[in-house]
T-cell receptor, first 118, second 112 residues
Framework: ETGVTQTPRHLVMGMTNKKSLKCEQHLGHNAMYWYKQSAKKPLELMFVYSLEERVENNSVPSRFSPECPNSSHLFLHLHTLQPEDSALYLC?????????????????FGPGTRLTVL | GNSVTQMEGPVTLSEEAFLTINCTYTATGYPSLFWYVQYPGEGLQLLLKATKADDKGSNKGFEATYRKETTSFHLEKGSVQVSDSAVYFCALSFSGTYKYIFGTGTRLKVLA
């Protein structure tokens, strides 16, 4: 496997279910991110981890719970979700947190998990 | 506040047509500007970037010029192919930070 992988690619769950999304990066990066992509809305940054420590929790409801056990893996635990949480959830990684003008430090995205909450 | 505005899609073109996707931004300070592309079933990929005014980013035949006077970063390609069909995102970020501000994306469909 190369780059950033995400599993599952599709997930359908009821509002009372508990499920987890998994992200793995094979790039040796130190920072990992969760984004929510909804139709006709800008990408929303949800969580940011650097060296396994959370550095951003962007006013995300507690029904979303991230976990970063090591620098290669990132999870998003889901419980009692709402239908409006249906979206594409993207994971990304970067060498470190310094983006912007650094030409060698960009975010690499996984293919996403398409989540549908019934 | 900082924001990015993109033209709404979908944009539908015939193969070999000229492409322009408009992007304007509002920012306090001097951001770097980016275009990301998302092919069907895949994550976002960096297409090109520009870090200061008048810089031109280019890649795979796509170009965009950082225009400070018009706060724009329009994406252009002289001759599109069916394989360019994707969603294109304009974004800005500030040096030394990890936050991107993305536009809503513009879907491009290229017909053979």
């Amino acid at each position: 496997e190369t780059g950033v992988t995400q599993t599952p690619r599709h997930l359908v769950m009821g509002m009372t279910n508990k499920k987890s999304l998994k992200c793995e990066q094979h790039l040796g990066h130190n920072a990992m991110y969760w984004y929510k992509q909804s139709a006709k809305k800008p990408l929303e940054l949800m969580f940011v981890y650097s060296l396994e420590e959370r550095v951003e929790n962007n006013s995300v409801p507690s029904r979303f719970s991230p976990e970063c056990p090591n620098s290669s893996h990132l999870f998003l635990h889901l419980h009692t979700l709402q239908p409006e949480d249906s979206a594409l959830y993207l994971c990304a990684s970067s060498q470190d947190l310094r983006l912007g003008s650094d030409p060698y430090n960009e975010q690499f995205f996984g293919p996403g998990t398409r989540l549908t909450v019934l | 506040g900082n924001s990015v505005t993109q033209m709404e899609g979908p944009v539908t073109l015939s193969e070999e047509a000229f492409l322009t996707i408009n992007c304007t931004y509002t920012a306090t300070g001097y951001p770097s500007l980016f275009w990301y592309v998302q092919y069907p079933g895949e994550g976002l990929q960096l297409l090109l970037k520009a870090t200061k005014a008048d810089d031109k980013g280019s890649n795979k035949g796509f170009e965009a010029t950082y225009r400070k006077e018009t706060t724009s970063f329009h994406l252009e390609k002289g001759s599109v192919q069916v394989s360019d069909s994707a969603v294109y995102f304009c974004a800005l970020s500030f040096s030394g930070t990890y936050k991107y501000i993305f536009g809503t994306g513009t879907r491009l469909k290229v017909l053979a």
